[in-house]
């Protein structure tokens, strides 16, 4: 006890480390006493319970990624509420893993301690495990690759240990894109950074970007050739082309340009000035994808349909690339300001646009139609698949309340962007290549399915990890700049010389 104590106090920052570690577990445990076995409002859960069951193919639109966890943790034990208290272990798992990730990657103690406070403390973090989503599992992978590319990246076990590390940051991120298909956007961003970044010669650097890139072109393409013959096509989701109409429905406009071949069906007929948001578009049975192909969950497509709704998609966006810049700007802002209009027409706004943070804390803990429509049907599938008791709700209106408080949104989001684009230009050295990996990975996680398909607040909060860690590196850099200026002043030798 004495030799603990003592390394307590030569290293404060573990103490604060174990003490966040301690409130993340905390909450995390209230959660699990207060709402059993999970939040069951989301149409999602039911869908993903269902696909753990009947066929990991049944959905056009999901990946399958996460029932195949479902599957798996289920074959371990037959109550949902441990599949649940799984989810919040891979949460307060993944606080470590970027903890770690940074150190290695040069971070400061006390810097590191940042990405650390925001997986575990963050209200909407731990709202997401306590739900049938795909957000534990996903961000479980994401910083555990972060972890293993900067371990690589660190010289850990020598050379053939940077290869191997390499290879598992690539299958984790490929894991990460078959649970949810922005994972895949990750394989080239780590494969390379690793051929900049790794401090070797080039032959090692080129070794290890592509053990990373065949690592996850393997999975990914078992992934692909399972889904093919189940289901007849080489897609991680089926009718993801859907998703993409929505992107550009909202402002395409075939009087500015002509249509591809067999496309003149999917030409918007409503005004611009009166059109709803993305959503509307790929579920909407008045959408002209759904009245052209039928529902997106509509197992036979015509055929060439994603053929030609992918040629309509890039048509409207290379004739219209003001348009498009215009509307994922407007999405973009949403992580700011999650209730910024889509559509600047007062009457329409925000219909059919992506879930903004107030609409799930709305969803989750009140009376919403939402909730109460979707939860008994998927009660009844736990029901039928775990040996779960009923469905308990006990009062959530502390944790509402924890939710507002650690959101972050406005202020605190803004602060956050700004400090993870700062990293790569304040820090420098091992710091800066440090910078470069979580900056990227977190820009890649937030912004690319706005690129596809549109803002949601779950993008958001998937993000959250590696853009605090980002953040800590330009919040470091910055401080450190300043204090090398403030000592130049004194003629003293700065800390980055």
């Known amino acids: 006890m004495r030799a603990a104590g003592r390394a307590v106090a030569r290293r404060p920052d573990l103490a604060v480390l174990a003490v966040l570690a301690l409130a993340g577990v905390a ?28 066929g990991f193919f049944n959905d056009s639109l999901r990946p399958v990624g996460y029932p195949l966890f479902l599957a798996g943790a289920r074959s371990l034990s037959s109550s949902l509420s441990a599949t649940t208290l799984l989810q919040h272990a891979m949460g307060v798992a993944s606080a470590g893993f970027a903890y770690l990730a940074g150190r290695r990657l040069g971070l400061g103690r006390w810097a590191a301690l940042l990405p650390a406070a925001v997986l575990l403390l963050h209200g909407a973090t731990m709202w997401f495990e306590h739900a049938i989503l795909t957000e534990s599992l996903f961000g479980f992978l994401v910083c555990a690759g972060l972890l293993a590319a900067a371990l690589a990246a660190g010289g850990a076990g020598g050379p053939r240990a940077q290869i191997a590390l390499a290879g598992a940051a690539g299958l984790l991120v490929a894991g990460a894109g ?144 003001l348009d498009y810049l215009s509307a994922v700007g407007r999405d973009l802002v949403r992580f700011v300001d999650p209730n910024f209009p889509l559509n600047p027409n007062p009457a329409i706004g925000n219909g059919g646009a992506g879930v903004s943070a107030d609409d799930y804390q709305e969803h989750l803990l009140t009376r919403s139609e939402w909730s109460r429509g979707n939860e008994p049907g ?120």
């Open 27 to 54: 909450l995390r445990l209230w959660l699990m006493l207060r709402w059993r076995p999970a939040f069951l409002g989301f149409s999602d859960s039911y869908v993903y319970l269902t696909n753990s069951s009947e």
């Open 178 to 321: 078959a649970v949810r298909t922005v994972g895949i956007a990750l394989l080239p961003v780590l494969a390379a950074w690793l051929a900049w970044a790794l401090p070797a010669p080039a032959r090692r650097r080129v070794a290890a970007a592509g053990a990373t890139a065949l690592a996850g072109v393997a999975l990914l393409a078992g992934n692909l050739v399972w889904a093919h013959s189940e289901t007849g096509a080489y897609a991680f989701s089926r009718h993801d082309y859907y998703l993409a109409y929505g992107r550009v429905a909202p402002f395409a406009d075939c009087g500015r340009f002509t249509p591809p071949r067999g496309t003149r069906a999917l030409c918007p007929t409503v005004p611009r000035r009166d059109r709803f948001g993305p959503g509307w578009w790929v579920f909407s049975p008045e959408s002209a994808i759904v009245r052209a192909f039928g529902r997106v969950d509509r197992d036979v497509q015509p055929p060439g349909a994603a053929r030609r709704t992918s040629a309509f998609y890039r048509r409207a966006i290379l004739s219209q690339p």
């Open 378 to 497: 998927t009660a009844a599938v736990v029901a039928r698949l775990y040996s779960t008791p009923g469905l308990y709700k006990g009062p959530m209106e502390g944790l509402r309340r924890y939710e507002g408080a650690t959101r972050l949104t406005g202020v605190p989001m803004v602060l956050l962007i700004a400090l993870a684009l700062a990293g790569p230009l304040a820090a420098s050295g091992r710091r800066r290549r440090g910078a470069v990996l979580a900056t990227a990975v977190g820009a890649t996680l937030a912004v690319a399915p706005v690129l596809a398909h549109e803002y949601d607040w779950r993008y958001a909060v998937a993000a959250l990890g590696p853009l605090a860690l980002a953040a800590a590196f330009g919040a470091e850099g910055i401080a450190d700049r300043v204090r090398a200026i403030r000592l130049a002043r004194l003629g003293e030798p700065s800390r980055a010389s």
